[in-house]
């Protein structure tokens, strides 16, 4: 029996940017908050229901950002989200240097 071999893609590194989706930096920028505020909550052992009144939210809305579908929330709300859970958060603005890369929005 022979083996086939697997062909594969790298990655830019944005899977919203390698599916062709608009938008794609906004939606990395928001998915990579929404793990942090997950990552704070499973670390505090926060309830969806306590996370939803400590961010002036519904539940479901939880919920919803939780598996994916944040689409409602802005970049600012979820910032605003970490700070809720006591967290520092500082934009940074500096001059691009990287000649081979174009500028970029990170969450460090």
């Not at 029996?1 to 919203?16: C, D, L, P």
């Not at 390698?18 to 920028?29: M, Q």
């Amino acid at each position: 029996m022979t083996k086939k071999k697997i062909g594969y893609e790298v990655g830019s590194g944005n899977v919203f940017a390698d599916l062709g989706l608009p938008n794609a930096e906004e939606h990395l920028i928001k998915a990579q908050l929404v793990y942090k505020i997950d990552t704070l909550m499973e670390e505090r052992r926060l309830k969806q229901v306590e996370a939803a009144q400590l961010f002036g939210v519904k539940q479901p809305d939880i919920s919803k950002m939780l598996h994916g579908d944040f689409r409602q929330f802005s970049v600012e709300r979820l910032l605003r989200f970490l700070v809720a859970l006591g967290q520092d958060v500082e934009i940074v603005i500096k001059p691009h240097r990287d000649r081979r890369h174009g500028a970029q929005l990170r969450v460090a």
